[in-house]
């Protein structure tokens, strides 16, 4: 049975510009949740999503977006890039929400130039 | 809301020693307890988790984990570690009690160091 599995997993890109993580969850999950873990901040809740439909926000500015498709897949997206985004980007998947029956990723590395 | 603290950072212990890692958490409900471990450029894999019933937990690789509401407590123990559970453990209590605010609220980590 496959993991969770999460596109590009190093990513270099330069202040300005926007980028856009890709996450795949266990076949049959179709609960989505996205963490960014920092050495400064630590991990840190980004959003969740279920049935694409997006259920809870974390404490991140609007530059910070995601989507859920229609086959559980799902992206987020940064745009207009700063230096302070350069983190561990991880997607977590379960069946259905659930405070914490999560299966992570091995995360999307962005570093921001 | 909810918080986790990890109160140590590095901890360094010989193979075949005891560990115990620390974590405190507060919640005013009934928590949902978890650990999970990380290797280095890895993501976060679950240990162990406590719901309910049984205070004392028992996880892979070895690991268990007792909750102590008196003392708002879920410390990680293994009776003997080995080199390969060198990474960074990571107590997390998750919310959601109510339908539609599931998260995860994470302790800042322990980072465990094996000597030979």
Redesign the interface.
Known sequence: KAGVTQTPRYLIKTRGQQVTLSCSPISGHRSVSWYQQTPGQGLQFLFEYFSETQRNKGNFPGRFSGRQFSNSRSEMNVSTLELGDSALYLCASSPKPSPGGYTFGSGTRLTVV | AQSVTQPDIHITVSEGASLELRCNYSYGATP?L?W?VQSP??????LL?YFSGDTLVQGIKGFEAEFKRSQSSFNLRKPSVHWSDAAEY?C?V????N???????????TRLTIIP
């Open positions: 949902y978890f999970y450029g890895q993501g976060l894999q679950l988790k990571f997390a998750g919310e959601g009690s339908f539609g605010n599931e998260k995860l609220t994470f302790g800042t980590g």
